[in-house]
Every structure is written in structure tokens, then in C-alpha cells.
């Protein structure tokens, strides 16, 4: 059996106008940028996008990358838009290699387009290729996240050290298996997840 081929990534080029007030009976949101800066969300729905993200919302990987868990990001527009009220829209299909998936994605609220962003995962199996394009879906979720304002502070390098010393630590843990040790991160209320176990 043939190995399968993939096609390199590719990047569309825009050739016609861009249209910010595209009639909403031929509004197509894979390529519509209706809405885009027109006015500020109301002052409520502003303050709930910038409010700060309480710190056992936040998480740190083994790396020490801070991060915000997707559900969390989802709630916040949930808050300020309300359910139905905002919405992911592809701007193409899956662009894939042998380790990679992507895909843009536009996020829309309140009918308006707010921003734009591509969301990528890696995989190593075929058959993991629904749970990477979901994988790929929240990552570009996160990024759009950005222009909103939605947990800005962990972008702010201030705020990241300060976060690191007051509730994270790194520490020695061991793999399970194969008894290597590294120094991996975590936060100083959690424990290390399997296949590492925190060693002295």
C-alpha cells in the first residue's frame, strides 16, 4: 500500500476589495469582514472581555507556559455575548502535513467579524484526526481570544513571573517508566500527571 502524500501548506492571497458592509442577505462568513472596527462592544460587554482571570483559573504546563484551559475562554464569551451570541466560522478547509493540521478560523459576535486567527495541532496518527482538527479549532479560539482583551495578562511578561513565583514551582520529577528525571513545572496547589511523579 502506497504511503499517502500531502500537499505543503498553502496560504490564500486576497485579490478583491474588502467589503465592511457586506449586505447581510449575501453575508458569507468564510470571507465576510462585515462589522470589523465599526464601533466599541458596550461598556458591559467590555468589562467582562477584560476583567482579570482569577488565578486558580489559570493553569502551567510542564514547560512553564502559563495557559487559560479553552472552556474557560468559551464561558467569558458566553458571559459577554451570551449563549448563540458569537460563533467560530471557517475561513478554509484543513491544510495538513505528516505532523500538522491547520486552519483559520474568523470569530464572529454579535454579527460582527472581531478577528482572525489560525489554529494549528500536531498529530502522529491518522486516526487522530478529529480530535486534531477540535485540537485546531481551540487554538485558534485562543488566538482570536487576544483582540479581545480575554486574559491579556498571561501575554504581559510581569505578570508571568509574578505568577510563577507566587503559585507555581519547578521541581525534579521522574518518568515512571523509563526513570528519567527532569525538572518540570507545576502549580504549587496540584501534583505532577502521570507518567511523571515528583522526586527529590
Known sequence: MAAPTFEPIQFATREEPIDLNEPEQSRNWSRSFHGLSVEPFPKEVAQVLMEPI???DIE???????????IKYRRILNRAFGPGGWGLAPRGEHHMNERNISREYALVCHGRFVSQARGEQDYFDPSNFPTAAEGCKSNALMRCCKDLGIASELWD??????????????AWAEHVTTKKKRKLWRRKDAEFEYPYKETS
Open 60 to 70: 502551567i504546563k510542564p514547560d512553564g507556559l502559563l495557559y487559560l484551559p479553552e
Open 54 to 56: 482569577p488565578p486558580e
Open 157 to 170: 511578561p510581569t505578570f508571568i513571573r509574578r505568577f510563577k513565583k507566587e503559585h507555581c514551582v519547578e
